[in-house]
């Protein structure tokens, strides 16, 4: 089974190369440029504008935030985190505790730079030591396998709809952390947006034309 350990070992080829990055928790001062960096990094990826900022906004409004990050370079975000609480819902009924990752982003002309895996293997030492039995995420299955996130059909854990696919994946952060647990994975019910709540956001933002472009997931 993935596990942290696993992804401990294979850090050496993620390729993390930035230098003079501090990481530290997000402080309110920071949330109205972690929500630009978010905009900017997200904007026309997986459909026409982008939601991200908005996720965010909620998410440190409610209760469910368990880490809020930031990286910090020569007094700049260059990237941020968010990771919440998450439930699984059993077969019998039974809830079990679990975190998501996300979102997670790097402002444009710092990607690739290994940034994101800073952050990224940082939050998932910390939710280890927290004692998260496993984290969740939806993303690229060849950028998260290589922290050992592999599909959650592994453990038959699947979305709130029963789906599975290659996007969805799961990490135990201690060995067997998912051992006899299956079932549906439900996120912060602040994940979820509203048409007008994105329209009185953007209000707050500089004018920006959507694109609808190949390969976007949403319309």
Not at 165 to 193: H, I, K
Request: net charge neutral; proline share 6%.
């Amino acid at each position: 089974m993935p596990t942290l350990t696993n992804r401990r070992r294979s850090e050496r080829q993620i390729g993390i190369i930035v230098v003079n990055i501090i990481l530290r928790p997000t402080l309110h001062t920071d949330y109205p440029a972690t929500e630009s960096l978010m905009r900017d990094a997200f904007w026309d990826l997986y459909r026409p504008g982008c939601v991200e900022h908005l996720v965010a906004r909620q998410l440190r409004s409610g209760t469910d935030v368990l880490l809020d990050l930031v990286a910090e370079q020569e007094t700049q975000l260059r990237g941020c985190l968010l990771a919440t609480r998450a439930r699984l819902i059993q077969q019998d009924g039974r809830v079990a505790a679990m975190c998501s990752l996300g979102p997670i982003a790097v402002a444009p002309g710092h990607q690739r730079h290994g940034l994101g895996s800073r952050l990224i293997s940082r939050a998932l030492d910390l939710l280890a030591t927290a004692g998260l039995p496993a984290a969740f995420l939806y993303g690229d299955p060849d950028y998260y396998g290589r922290f050992g996130f592999s599909d959650a059909a592994t453990w038959a854990i699947t979305t709130p709809d029963g789906a599975n696919f290659d996007a969805f994946m799961g990490l135990e952060l201690r060995p067997g952390g998912l051992d006899g647990l299956s079932g549906r994975l439900l996120d912060s019910a602040d994940f979820e947006v509203q048409p007008d709540r994105l329209a009185a956001c953007e209000q707050g933002f500089p004018a920006r034309v959507k694109h609808r472009l190949p390969g976007q997931l949403f319309d």
